[in-house]
């Protein structure tokens, strides 16, 4: 029997990271971007979004682990070859932009000795701005901020006009999520149902 859902791991690590994202991306475009590097709050919001980066690294090394533990529902085509293959390369893209902005945002804030700069009190790095790593993390937040309008929009457009219940695939109420865990941390059971498959 075909799954209706995805594993709620899968689910809980999938919404944790995109609202973790959205919100980086707007935290750096809407508020670091306006306050001068010489103001003590530059530093205080770049530990904040480092904060969140950070947890941003745990869960995507959760989801990459669990993808290849756990089954996935059967693919929804749109019935247009053209926008499934389209669909696909958004996700390998979004998983792969992540991943960069990650290795970028760890590049920056060692190389900048930011953690050590904020457990002391120092100055916002201005010599960020001129690393490479730097641009690269500004060119994946494009990147990124592109990439989900198509993603959203091809989850609206299956959940609207082709009425496929996509979305509700990775919807996942809070009882779910507590029973699901409460259910492994009492009988060590999987969360779903192991397969070889490699693909979320």
């Given at each position: 029997m075909s799954l209706k859902h995805h594993s709620p791991v899968i689910r809980v690590m999938h919404?944790?990271?995109?609202?973790?994202?959205?919100?980086?991306?707007?935290?750096?475009a809407f508020i670091m971007s306006k306050i001068p590097d010489a103001d003590p709050e530059k530093l205080a919001a770049a530990g904040?979004?480092?904060?969140?980066?950070?947890?941003?690294?745990?869960?995507?090394?959760?989801?990459?682990?669990?993808?290849?533990?756990?089954?996935?529902?059967?693919?929804?085509?749109?019935?247009?070859?053209?926008?499934?293959?389209?669909?696909?390369?958004?996700?390998?893209?979004?998983?792969?932009?992540?991943?960069?902005?990650?290795?970028?945002?760890?590049?920056?804030?060692?190389?900048?000795?930011?953690?050590?700069?904020?457990?002391?009190?120092?100055q916002f790095p201005v010599e960020i701005k001129t690393m490479f790593f730097h641009g690269v993390h500004v060119?994946?937040?494009?990147?990124?901020?592109?990439?989900?309008?198509?993603?959203?929009?091809?989850?609206?457009?299956?959940?609207?006009?082709l009425r496929d219940g996509l979305i509700w695939r990775m919807f996942i109420s809070p009882r779910e999520v507590f029973c699901a865990f409460a259910r492994w941390r009492e009988h060590g059971m999987p969360l779903a149902p192991r397969s070889n498959n490699n693909e979320i």
């Open positions: 919404w944790s990271i995109a609202g973790l994202v959205i919100a980086m991306l707007a935290m750096s904040r979004h480092m904060a969140a980066g950070l947890l941003v690294i745990l869960f995507f090394g959760i989801r990459l682990h669990m993808r290849h533990r756990v089954r996935r529902p059967p693919a929804l085509s749109s019935g247009m070859a053209w926008a499934d293959r389209l669909a696909g390369i958004v996700h390998k893209l979004l998983d792969f932009l992540v991943g960069a902005m990650i290795i970028s945002g760890v590049g920056m804030a060692l190389l900048s000795h930011l953690p050590m700069r904020i457990l002391t009190g120092g060119v994946g937040a494009w990147s990124i901020a592109a990439l989900l309008v198509l993603h959203i929009g091809g989850a609206f457009f299956h959940q609207l006009i």
